[in-house]
């Protein structure tokens, strides 16, 4: 009789009353949901400079409405070849560093979980995650430094690529915009990689040791525990990891590029956040393209976070949601 009472108990009445049992747990989120309110939410607002003719003197809700027409802008109006060659650029490296830069952490939790010496293991682990903690200016300083070529010195890198034949002799790798992509991935790999590596050494240290023994047991060698235990173990982990990263593939943070690009590099290194910033705050009087472009560049990352997490659903039953 009193499952029945409960059952008919209105839903919103069973909340208050778990809200009033654990009433401490709810207090500790309060900041958290500040924290979203105030940081997350309400900047949203400025969303609306968008669909405005924003002026700074009028403000968001004094500029006057002008629809979509931002939009139509950026995509077939004035601004559209500069729009679409950063819109160019920001998918190949980001495709570029999905290619190139997602293995390496992978490669390195695999090495590290082979390391049996624990000293010797956390000394290459802190090695690896060090640079993660350096700031951009201070990686890119020092990778511009590795292959500046200038009057009076070339970098320890630009002298080897030129005594390698790889890059011609003299050349400025810095104002060259073939080199651009190259260097963007092969920073972003030394700085990210090792940090990155941890969840995916959490992963391996997660699977049962029983599994690795019975392998040993029907004769398996060391690349088949890989193969047949310890990927398939990691699977999941990994496939949550490829639908984050494809959701940030118009992403490409701007700050590294800034500090590392050159004008005679626009045509390779212009990406959507660096045209954005130019245009909506370098000019001054373009806040609303800006931010239309930044609208964009969201709403496509966000499409392409429904898409693979579909898709992972439906192919491996593993998925964010």
């Given at each position: 009789m009193n499952d029945m009472i409960k059952m008919?108990?209105?839903?919103?009445?069973k909340i208050?009353?778990?809200?009033?049992?654990?009433?401490?747990?709810?207090?500790?989120?309060?900041?958290?949901?500040?924290?979203?309110?105030?940081?997350?939410?309400?900047p949203m607002i400025g969303l609306i400079v968008a669909f405005e003719r924003f002026e700074p003197a009028e403000g968001i809700f004094g500029s006057d409405m002008r629809g979509?027409?931002?939009?139509?802008?950026?995509?077939?109006?004035?601004?559209?070849?500069?729009?679409?060659?950063?819109?160019?650029?920001?998918?190949?490296?980001?495709?570029?560093g999905l290619v190139f830069g997602f293995p390496i952490p992978i490669i390195l939790a695999l090495l590290f979980s082979e390391i049996?010496?624990?000293?010797?293991?956390?000394?290459?682990?802190?090695?690896?995650?060090?640079p993660h903690f350096l700031s951009e200016v201070t990686i890119t300083g020092i990778v511009i430094t590795l292959v500046y070529s200038g009057v009076s010195s070339t970098g320890i890198v630009a002298q080897l690529l030129y005594s390698l034949n790889l890059v011609p002799a003299g050349t400025k790798i810095?104002?060259?915009?073939?080199?651009?992509?190259?260097?963007?991935?092969?920073?972003?790999?030394?700085?990210?990689?090792?940090?990155?590596?941890?969840?995916?050494?959490?992963?391996?240290?997660?699977i049962s040791p029983v599994m690795y023994e019975a392998l040993k047991v029907d004769g398996g060698n060391k690349w088949q525990e890989i193969r047949y235990v310890?990927?398939?173990?990691?699977?999941?982990?990994?496939?949550?990891m490829i639908i984050m990263r494809i959701g940030r593939m118009l992403s490409v943070g701007y700050e590294r590029v800034l500090l590392l690009y050159h004008p005679n590099t626009y045509v390779t290194a212009d990406v959507l956040s660096t045209l954005e910033q130019r245009i909506g705050i370098g000019t001054g009087s373009n806040q609303g393209l800006g931010s239309a472009?930044?609208?964009f560049n969201s709403v496509i990352g966000f499409a392409l976070v429904i898409s693979a997490n579909k898709i992972s659903r439906q192919i491996s039953k593993t998925s964010l949601w």
């Open positions: 008919r108990e209105p839903k919103g009445k208050l009353k778990g809200i009033k049992k654990e009433w401490q747990l709810y207090l500790l989120l309060i900041p958290i949901i500040l924290w979203f309110l105030f940081f997350a939410y309400k979509l027409s931002n939009f139509v802008n950026i995509v077939t109006g004035v601004n559209r070849e500069a729009f679409w060659g950063a819109f160019r650029n920001t998918f190949i490296i980001s495709l570029y049996r010496s624990d000293g010797y293991r956390k000394i290459l682990q802190t090695i690896t995650y060090l810095i104002e060259t915009p073939n080199y651009f992509r190259p260097m963007y991935i092969i920073t972003g790999i030394w700085k990210e990689s090792g940090y990155n590596s941890i969840v995916y050494f959490a992963a391996i240290m997660g310890t990927l398939p173990g990691m699977a999941p982990t990994l496939i949550i472009i930044g609208i």
